[in-house]
């Protein structure tokens, strides 16, 4: 049986590579620039030759690998058939077959970045121990990866899971990056939580730590621990829209388990006591039980759960 397998997380910048022993081992993790000039056309040629070297650095036989999992910033059906992947300049083409033709024949998996992170965290990360649960990324989006009876929720595209996108105000009049109105990620977000703060700022004279600085969801989440009364407000807005958004999910795939993770959840546990009040308040009451926990992989959840898309 092969022992080893190779996981590759592709960002916009940086394209995040390790080798693993099957059992989630890691053996090594390197990173490897994205380069996308020409509609992304040496992307995965790089990440090809860097396998390759990377089997010869440690003498790996290729019958010893199990294959590649790959996470990519676009939807990527069943068939590994990718469905654009602007931030790589890429169009509509077979992923794995075409990375396969690189590697002489090695196994090709690939999938959604975030969808593939949610596989990972439920691997070795937060959501160790199940095998029902919706992974949140709060990061400058919203991203999110559904996981039932321990697979991936792909959708026929590959478009499940973008929780994200989920319209949770009507009347917005800023735009998403989508190009709808009133997505959670509007809300939810890093920058999300940057604009509830700005308005609350804007629309009331109460004194704030806010007031002196530059607001990031950081100094926001900073200023909720040391009391702040009109931080606390933009956090209950922020919890709100999150919870309202995470119960309306739980109503169609009814999770063991949330796991969040992205930037904003370096604030801790302390989002917990926001978001679960709202869950509550709007969750059918069969989903009532969900846990939440923080998610533990970082920025290793990609290539832990691109590793785990080819054991599976």
Same mark, same amino acid.
């Given at each position: 049986?092969?022992?080893?397998?190779?996981?590759?997380?592709?960002?916009?910048?940086?394209?995040?590579?390790?080798?693993?022993?099957?059992?989630?081992?890691?053996?090594?993790?390197?990173?490897?620039?994205?380069?996308?000039?020409?509609?992304?056309?040496?992307?995965?040629?790089?990440?090809?030759?860097?396998?390759?070297?990377?089997?010869?650095?440690?003498?790996?036989?290729?019958?010893?690998?199990?294959?590649?999992?790959?996470?990519?910033?676009?939807?990527?059906?069943?068939?590994?058939?990718?469905?654009?992947?602007?931030?790589?300049?890429?169009?509509?083409?077979?992923?794995?077959?075409?990375?396969?033709?690189?590697?002489?024949?090695?196994?090709?998996?690939?999938?959604?970045?975030?969808?593939?992170?949610?596989?990972?965290?439920?691997?070795?990360?937060?959501?160790?121990?199940?095998?029902?649960?919706?992974?949140?990324?709060?990061?400058?989006?919203?991203?999110?990866?559904?996981?039932?009876?321990?697979?991936?929720?792909?959708?026929?595209?590959?478009?499940?899971?973008?929780?994200?996108?989920?319209?949770?105000?009507?009347?917005?009049?800023?735009?998403?990056?989508?190009?709808?109105?009133?997505?959670? %990620?509007?809300? &939810?977000?890093?920058?999300?939580?940057?604009?509830? /703060? =700005?308005?609350? $700022? *804007?629309? +009331?004279?109460?004194?704030?730590?806010?007031?002196?600085? %530059?607001?990031? &969801?950081?100094?926001?989440?900073?200023?909720?621990? /040391? =009391?702040?009364? $009109? *931080?606390? +407000?933009?956090?209950?807005?922020?919890?709100?829209?999150?919870?309202?958004?995470?119960?309306?999910?739980?109503?169609?795939?009814?999770?063991?388990?949330?796991?969040?993770?992205?930037?904003?959840?370096?604030?801790?546990?302390?989002?917990?006591?926001?978001?679960?009040?709202?869950?509550?308040?709007?969750?059918?009451?069969?989903?009532?039980?969900?846990?939440?926990?923080?998610?533990?992989?970082?920025?290793?959840?990609?290539?832990?759960?691109?590793?785990?898309?080819?054991?599976?």
């Amino acid at each position: 049986m092969a022992s080893y397998v190779f996981g590759i997380d592709v960002g916009g910048t940086t394209v995040k590579m390790g080798l693993f022993q099957n059992d989630g081992t890691v053996v090594d993790k390197w990173e490897i620039p994205t380069r996308t000039e020409n509609g992304g056309e040496k992307v995965l040629p790089d990440i090809a030759d860097a396998i390759l070297g990377k089997m010869a650095e440690k003498h790996i036989d290729r019958k010893d690998v199990a294959g590649v999992g790959v996470g990519v910033p676009g939807p990527v059906d069943g068939q590994g058939i990718v469905h654009r992947a602007v931030n790589l300049g890429w169009g509509v083409f077979n992923m794995e077959e075409t990375l396969s033709g690189l590697l002489d024949g090695m196994v090709v998996k690939g999938g959604n970045d975030a969808n593939v992170a949610a596989l990972g965290e439920m691997w070795k990360g937060g959501g160790q121990g199940y095998s029902n649960l919706v992974a949140v990324t709060l990061g400058t989006g919203v991203g999110g990866g559904i996981i039932i009876d321990g697979k991936i929720l792909t959708g026929a595209t590959g478009a499940g899971g973008e929780i994200g996108h989920i319209h949770i105000q009507d009347g917005e009049t800023d735009q998403c990056g989508c190009g709808n109105y009133g997505c959670l %990620e509007e809300y &939810a977000s890093a920058t999300g939580v940057v604009r509830l /703060a =700005g308005r609350t $700022l *804007a629309a +009331s004279d109460m004194d704030s730590v806010l007031r002196a600085g %530059e607001v990031s &969801a950081k100094t926001v989440f900073d200023a909720v621990k /040391a =009391g702040d009364a $009109l *931080a606390i +407000s933009v956090a209950e807005q922020f919890g709100e829209y999150l919870g309202k958004g995470l119960a309306a999910i739980a109503g169609v795939v009814n999770p063991e388990i949330f796991v969040i993770g992205g930037g904003v959840s370096k604030a801790g546990e302390v989002l917990f006591q926001y978001i679960q009040p709202a869950y509550q308040k709007y969750v059918f009451h069969g989903s009532k039980d969900a846990k939440f926990a923080l998610a533990t992989l970082g920025n290793d959840a990609g290539i832990f759960g691109a590793a785990k898309l080819v054991l599976e």
